[in-house]
């Protein structure tokens, strides 16, 4: 009875040393599990019925939690099957003086197979991988729901993290992506948003400037994509109602006091964007 016990207890810790979650793009998670200090938030987003712009990308985090020297495998896919291109890529570590965050982005393919210790930079008392995914949604699939699962194989186990995505009518023009000088890497992982945002609210220019691939360059694309589909909506909406809706979604009344200064956005969690970004997709 004993032994049944222990055997009981060590199968418990396996499961709880395992996991896989599905985060917001500013929701970085780090070597031990945890979103990072500067990206906290009271109340982060649950990820289970993203919405999701055509002619566009949608990313999101993978945290990978896994006992070590345990090889998984990760996949992911759609039903219907193909309704999405989907790109995966590790998030490395970068060590600040805040601690470890997931930054620069090499592409894996899928399946992925992953383990730990992460042999080319190693951790101390690492447990979890962090991996950037990249949905392309195209212009002509039709506005309906379709299944994204993110599933874990490890060991005979599959660990799934199902989500019901909502294809919404709008459709994103198509861009170019500019180079720009982004906020460091331990700044919030919202900051990145800051230049486009700022760009349609106060006419502000970016400093342009060649980036590697990494999490920041994401999202200030993300962002791009956002922004090029208000400008679409100008002749429509009327940019004054623009900038005071998208205003008002993100929590702020005055758009001087953004175009002055960072501080308006500093003051909201890190997810105050994403407000912003589902009354756009609704227009």
């Given at each position: 009875?004993?032994?049944?016990?222990?055997?009981?207890?060590?199968?418990?810790?396996?499961?709880?040393?395992?996991?896989?979650?599905?985060?917001?793009?500013?929701?970085?998670?780090?070597?031990?599990?945890?979103?990072?200090?500067?990206?906290?938030?009271?109340?982060?987003?649950?990820?289970?019925?993203?919405?999701?712009?055509?002619?566009?990308?949608?990313s999101?985090?993978?945290?990978?939690?896994v006992?070590?020297?345990?090889p998984?495998?990760?996949?992911?896919?759609?039903?219907?099957?193909?309704?999405?291109?989907?790109?995966?890529?590790?998030?490395?570590?970068?060590?600040?003086?805040?601690?470890?965050?997931?930054?620069?982005?090499?592409?894996?393919?899928?399946?992925?197979?992953?383990?730990?210790?992460?042999?080319?930079?190693?951790?101390?008392?690492?447990?979890?991988?962090?991996?950037?995914?990249?949905v392309?949604?195209?212009?002509?699939?039709?506005?309906?729901?379709?299944?994204?699962?993110?599933?874990?194989?490890i060991?005979?186990e599959w660990?799934?993290?199902?989500?019901?995505?909502?294809?919404?009518?709008?459709?994103?023009?198509?861009?170019?992506?500019?180079?720009?000088a982004?906020?460091p890497?331990?700044?919030?992982?919202?900051?990145?948003?800051?230049?486009?945002?700022?760009?349609?609210?106060?006419?502000?220019?970016?400093?342009?400037?060649?980036?590697?691939?990494?999490?920041?360059r994401?999202?200030?694309?993300?962002?791009?994509?956002?922004?090029?589909?208000?400008?679409?909506?100008?002749?429509?909406?009327?940019?004054?109602?623009?900038?005071?809706e998208?205003?008002?979604?993100?929590?702020g009344?005055?758009?001087?006091?953004?175009?002055?200064?960072?501080?308006?956005?500093?003051?909201?969690?890190?997810?105050?964007?994403?407000?912003?970004?589902?009354?756009?997709?609704?227009?």
């Amino acid at each position: 009875m004993h032994y049944r016990r222990v055997l009981l207890f060590l199968l418990a810790a396996l499961v709880r040393a395992q996991s896989l979650r599905v985060v917001s793009e500013f929701q970085r998670v780090d070597p031990f599990g945890q979103v990072v200090n500067a990206d906290r938030t009271l109340r982060p987003r649950e990820i289970l019925s993203p919405a999701v712009m055509r002619n566009a990308f949608a990313s999101f985090h993978i945290a990978v939690t896994v006992p070590p020297r345990t090889p998984f495998f990760l996949f992911v896919q759609t039903n219907p099957e193909n309704s999405f291109e989907i790109a995966l890529y590790e998030a490395l570590y970068t060590k600040t003086d805040a601690g470890w965050i997931p930054d620069v982005l090499a592409p894996v393919k899928l399946p992925c197979l992953g383990s730990l210790p992460y042999l080319p930079l190693p951790i101390e008392g690492q447990n979890t991988l962090s991996y950037w995914l990249d949905v392309w949604v195209p212009a002509r699939i039709a506005v309906d729901r379709v299944r994204l699962e993110v599933l874990m194989k490890i060991g005979s186990e599959w660990v799934m993290y199902p989500m019901e995505v909502r294809v919404m009518p709008a459709v994103a023009p198509t861009i170019e992506e500019h180079p720009a000088a982004l906020p460091p890497v331990a700044t919030r992982a919202d900051a990145s948003v800051y230049g486009p945002f700022r760009n349609f609210l106060c006419a502000a220019r970016e400093t342009g400037r060649d980036e590697r691939l990494t999490v920041r360059r994401m999202i200030h694309r993300n962002a791009l994509q956002d922004v090029a589909l208000a400008r679409a909506l100008e002749p429509r909406l009327g940019k004054d109602f623009l900038h005071r809706e998208m205003l008002r979604r993100a929590g702020g009344r005055d758009a001087s006091v953004w175009c002055r200064s960072l501080l308006a956005a500093t003051e909201l969690g890190t997810e105050w964007y994403l407000r912003v970004r589902d009354w756009l997709y609704g227009q």
